[in-house]
């Protein structure tokens, strides 16, 4: 049996839908669906597991070993808005909650793949190297960021990542992201803006060795993410820390020509300025060194940012139904 927490979320219910691709229907989902105005719920929809527990229960049942027969636990539940300011509840949420179960899988043999960030790399100028050696010099500029590096500091130094793996993940987007508000991803965001205002605002550059629009980010596209980790599950020898993006960095203008594309309009961008509060805070470039990846035996090959894009707009986000459900395409 596998267990995946953050189930009905963005990479979670991709999961979901990518173990039952493989024929995996004994699966358990640990979320908390929240209010009725995210209908995160529907990302579970069509898609196959054994049962729903609540986030909240969770970690006494595991504390009871009240779960019987569990292989693995893919661990992507966590609050993941790199603007929230509340640091008990991240330290809480994302750090405390997945020393639990850790803990569990530790004592009891049960493989666990987890999330970690590229957020805890900080403003990138100590590199994109996921070697364990080098944690102690990362400073993430956010409390987001601190919470998962706080935690992948802790299961260096109490031996977790001797058998598990952990995911630090860029910058991710397709399918089943709807639910994520502001911290959905900017190729969500530009469909939508292009679709109401048929133009797109990028951030100006504020630093002359950038122009306006070329900062640069790996984007992943989700799918890419799901092959990673089935993958793992497969390879169980697998163990620490994993940059998952694709080894490329690409533009904010490439992102925006190649959502216009797909949508068949002609380019019309427009470069305004970045807020004062985010500049200090900028990154302006990110690029997963993937090195770690390939040696370990990684070697499929990465969906690129024009079919990645053009696949989510026409098949998922073009869709008359407003919701995002992965099962549309394959189940």
């Given at each position: 049996m596998i267990i995946i927490t953050g189930g009905a979320g963005f990479i979670g219910s991709a999961m979901l839908w990518e173990l039952n691709c493989n024929g995996e229907e004994d699966i358990i989902v640990v979320d908390d669906l929240g209010s009725t105005t995210t209908e995160k719920w529907r990302n579970l929809s069509g898609l196959h597991f054994t049962d729903f527990v609540s986030k909240d229960l969770f970690p006494d049942l595991l504390e009871r070993n009240a779960l019987k027969g569990i292989s693995s636990i893919i661990h992507m539940g966590a609050n993941s808005s790199t603007t929230e300011t509340d640091a008990d509840h991240l330290l809480t949420n994302n750090y405390g909650y997945s020393k639990k179960i850790a803990s569990f899988c530790n004592a009891h043999d049960v493989r666990l793949i987890y999330a970690s960030s590229a957020a805890t790399y900080g403003d990138g100028s100590n590199g994109y190297n996921d070697h364990i050696e080098?944690?102690?010099?990362?400073r993430p500029l956010n409390m987001y960021g601190y919470s998962k590096h706080l935690f992948d500091c802790w299961a260096v130094k109490h031996h977790i990542l001797d058998k598990a793996a952990g995911l630090k993940f860029f910058n991710v987007y397709g399918p089943n992201e709807y639910h994520k508000g502001d911290m959905s991803s900017v190729v969500y965001k530009a469909f939508h803006q292009i679709l109401e205002k048929e133009s797109l605002n990028l951030f100006e550059s504020h630093r002359p060795d950038y122009r306006d629009g070329e900062q640069l980010r790996d984007f992943i596209y989700v799918r890419d993410c799901t092959k990673i980790m089935a993958w793992m599950l497969e390879n169980?020898?697998?163990?620490?820390?994993?940059n998952v993006g694709t080894g490329t960095a690409r533009s904010f203008n490439d992102l925006a020509n190649a959502t216009f594309s797909a949508l068949d309009r002609p380019a019309s961008l427009n470069y305004i300025p970045m807020p004062r509060s985010l500049r200090d805070k900028y990154q302006y470039?990110?690029?997963?060194?993937?090195t770690k990846l390939r040696l370990a035996g990684y070697s499929q090959e990465f969906t690129s940012l024009e079919n990645g894009i053009k696949e989510y707009v026409q098949h998922y986000l073009s869709s008359c139904n407003p919701y995002l459900d992965m099962v549309r395409s394959t189940l």
């Open positions: 080098g944690l102690d010099v990362l169980p020898s697998t163990a620490g820390l994993f470039y990110t690029c997963a060194d993937i």
